[in-house]
């Protein structure tokens, strides 16, 4: 089946310029993630859905980033008033509940000038 | 929350030796320790996973061993060939209700021809 789908694969804006990254998930999948990963680094958790409960926003590292999911299907996230370090690779990760194996789509390149 | 630590931060052998990359991690009930590959460019993939009622798993060229007791697992790459060449994350969850990973900071592999 399809996996785990976002878009767009590359984003070019301006700083200070609002951005959305859209997620679409492993269908069925109701547990969601998002990370970034700078260049040459690690992921850095973000943000996660599961289910219905309240998302976990442990790791926004500012509140100009905010996510949003509808159900269990698409998420998008926002940043807000770019700056130049939000450039970096958002991924978002899929799995199904109860079960950690997490499935990548192939993120979003993102760069502030 | 769980800490993980990943060691070492580069990894260069020959092809055809064996690589270990090794992780700790603090949270005494984590209980799934999986391994992710991410080649350049690319979004990370499962590559082998392990629970906590297994000391080890192996899966053709690769294998993960983990120590409940010192709270450490690895992961072994045997017969090593130039498509090994990633970055490799390792990553633990406690699985109560929460499907949440903490990742290490990654390996960067490269096989030397």
Request: net charge neutral; proline share 4%.
């Amino acid at each position: 089946g399809a996996g785990v789908s976002q878009s767009p694969s590359n984003k070019v804006t301006e700083k200070g310029k609002d951005v959305e990254l859209r997620c679409d998930p492993i269908s069925g999948h109701t547990a969601l993630y998002w990370y970034r990963q700078r260049l040459g680094q690690g992921l850095e958790f973000l943000i996660y859905f599961q289910g219905n409960s309240a998302p976990d926003k442990s790791g926004l590292p500012s509140d100009r980033f905010s996510a949003e999911r509808t159900g269990e299907s698409v998420s998008t996230l926002t940043i807000q008033r770019t700056q130049q370090e939000d450039s970096a690779v958002y991924l978002c990760a899929s799995s199904l509940a109860g079960i950690e194996t997490q499935y990548f789509g192939p993120g979003t390149r993102l760069l502030v000038l | 929350g769980e800490n993980v630590e990943q060691h070492p931060s580069t990894l260069s052998v020959q092809e055809g030796d064996s690589a270990v990359i090794k992780c700790t991690y603090s949270d005494s009930a984590s209980n799934y320790f999986p391994w992710y590959k991410q080649e350049l460019g690319k979004r990370p993939q499962l590559i082998i996973d392990i629970r906590s009622n297994v000391g080890e798993k192996k899966d053709q060229r690769i294998a993960v061993t983990l120590n409940k007791t010192a709270k450490h697992f690895s992961l072994h790459i045997t017969e090593t060939q130039p498509e090994d060449s990633a970055v490799y994350f390792c990553a633990a969850s406690t699985n109560f209700g929460n499907e949440k990973l903490t990742f290490g900071t990654g390996t960067r592999l490269t096989i030397i021809p």
